[in-house]
């Protein structure tokens, strides 16, 4: 049987996991959690100079796709921060971390994709923090 365009893009979706980083009960909540942490060091070890200039009370919204083996599919700016140098900064420390931790075998038996939307927030005393 020939599978039809929609039904391959069905099948492609249902391999795909919206994870929410507060959710550490579930695997894909987990790897987010451990994502979050890891891109808060590399934040901090790269913090954006236009952050400490700036002084913005908020950040960009990004959402970021990973890929099982931890490589960086996408990444958008779902709210920008009001500042375009800080928005791109804010994508460079997400692909700085790149890749990441490969899925672990029974997350990776479920999803091909994690999406993780997060809200990050450059506080003037060097520290990037996700909400």
Do not use: C, H
């Not at 894909?28 to 934040?43: C, D, H, Q």
């Not at 400490?52 to 099982?68: H, K, Y």
Request: aromatic share 6%; hydrophobic share 35%.
């Amino acid at each position: 049987m020939i599978e039809t365009e929609n039904q391959r893009q069905a099948n492609a979706d249902s391999r795909v996991r919206r994870a929410n980083p507060r959710d550490t009960g579930s695997l894909e909540g987990f790897y987010a959690a451990a994502w979050v942490r890891k891109v808060e060091n590399i934040g901090e070890m790269n913090f954006p100079e236009v952050a400490r200039r700036l002084n913005l009370s908020t950040g960009p919204i990004l959402d970021v796709a990973i890929r099982a083996d931890g490589s960086v599919q996408e990444i958008r700016v779902l709210r920008s921060s009001g500042n375009a140098e800080l928005d791109q900064a804010a994508q460079r420390i997400v692909r700085l971390g790149a890749p990441y931790a490969p899925f672990p075998p029974a997350l990776r038996q479920q999803y091909d994709l994690l999406r993780i939307s997060r809200s990050w927030r450059f506080d003037p005393d060097g520290r990037l923090s996700g909400r």
